[in-house]
């Protein structure tokens, strides 16, 4: 069992910036694949980031060069990075963990963080 809880969001006029935080309670948090996704109004949610348990990192073409998602396994945490944020980048954003187990799919989600981008 893992729990998730995101920090970091608020608002932020265009161009500015915010890091969010998740920090992960439970065991084997190194051995998920860790995502940041995001929820706006009237849509769908989407991945924004990604990062697996060998540091690879994958991103939407909408924040490419924008956003950074990075983890610390010894503090639990996944951080993502945003900058040049734009107000399209308006959304809750969530925290996610997940791995396969012998072919079990074990999927968690924090309770989301709030990311307004206004003037």
């Known amino acids: 069992q893992v729990q998730l809880v995101e920090s970091g969001g608020g608002l932020v006029q265009p161009g500015g910036s915010l890091r969010l935080s998740c920090a992960a309670s439970g065991n084997n948090f190194a051995t998920y694949d860790m995502g940041w996704y995001r929820q706006a109004p009237g849509k769908q949610r989407e991945l924004v980031a990604g990062?697996?348990?060998?540091?690879?990192?994958k991103y939407a073409d909408s924040v490419k060069g924008r956003f950074t998602i990075s983890r610390d396994n010894a503090k639990r945490t996944v951080y993502l990075q945003m900058n040049s944020l734009k107000p399209e980048d308006t959304a809750v954003y969530f925290c996610?963990?997940?791995?396969?187990?012998?072919?079990?799919?074990?999927?968690?989600w924090g309770q989301g963080t709030q990311v307004t981008v206004s003037s």
């Open positions: 996610n963990a997940h791995k396969t187990v012998f072919g079990t799919e074990r999927t968690y």
């Open positions: 990062i697996i348990i060998g540091s690879s990192t």
